[in-house]
T-cell receptor
Framework: RKEVEQDPGPFNVPEGATVAFNCTYS??????FFWYRQDCRKEPKLLMS???SGNEDGRFTAQLNRASQYISLLIRDSKLSDSATYLC?????????????FGKGTRLSVIA | NAGVMQNPRHLVRRRGQEARLRCSPM?????VYWYRQLPEEGLKFMVY????????ESGMPKERFSAEFPKEGPSILRIQQVVRGDSAAYFC???????????????FGAGSRLTVL
């Protein structure tokens, strides 16, 4: 089982739609979790950290389910500018110095 | 406050040549990471360095690839005798703290795109 798995998509949604992505991780000792956004041929950029209690930032809501080992990202009222690849990122927790592991990403296309 | 600076942005090499990619971390960041992204693929971890030390190089190919982060100057990823399969985007990232700390958020540079002819 891969350390971080995501549905590659693409998710094609109309403007204004609500869309949700899930990501599963294999190591129950994983500590910190993030969602990054990567536009075509650009570098990944932090979208939001994911906290145990869940967190919201405007139209974006992230949740963590430790029991089932998955993370979700919900985007409400999708905009054309939300079109990008969304990367699930996990600290696998193997040791204090284990670098963050990136999922392959879920591609979102918001259509007018 | 400049972000993570990478250069060159684009590099073309012929098979057998050497490629050197440079990365200067964000101000205040002492942890540097190199990731490789093949076309239509995810980011793959290569190496994690602090000043003058390689902390984790488990993702680095055993041959032809090396990395350093000297006391002065940028981190350098070096690829000797490049082959076509080395063509990829190489992203450098930095963080203020260790991966397990509360300061482990990665900030990425714009990447160096290597094309091997």
């Amino acid at each position: 089982r891969k350390e971080v798995e995501q549905d590659p998509g693409p998710f094609n949604v109309p403007e204004g739609a609500t869309v949700a992505f899930n990501c599963t991780y294999s190591n129950s000792a994983s500590q910190s979790f993030f969602w990054y956004r990567q536009d075509c041929r650009k570098e990944p950029k932090l979208l939001m950290s994911v906290y145990s209690s869940g967190n919201e930032d405007g139209r974006f809501t992230a949740q963590l389910n430790r029991a089932s080992q998955y993370i979700s990202l919900l985007i409400r009222d999708s905009k054309l500018s939300d079109s990008a690849t969304y990367l699930c990122v996990v600290n696998p927790g193997r040791s204090g110095n284990t670098p963050l592991v990136f999922g392959k990403g879920t591609r979102l296309s918001v259509i007018a | 406050n400049a972000g993570v600076m990478q250069n060159p942005r684009h590099l073309v090499r012929r098979r057998g040549q050497e490629a050197r990619l440079r990365c200067s971390p964000m101000k205040g960041h002492s942890h540097v990471y190199w990731y490789r992204q093949l076309p239509e693929e995810g980011l793959k971890f290569m190496v994690y360095l602090q000043k003058e030390n390689i902390i984790d190089e488990s993702g680095m190919p055993k041959e032809r690839f090396s990395a350093e982060f000297p006391k002065e100057g940028p981190s350098i990823l070096r690829i000797q005798q490049v082959v076509r399969g080395d063509s990829a985007a190489y992203f450098c990232a930095s963080s203020r703290g260790t991966p397990s700390s509360g300061a482990n958020v990665l900030t990425f540079g714009a990447g160096s795109r290597l094309t091997v002819l």
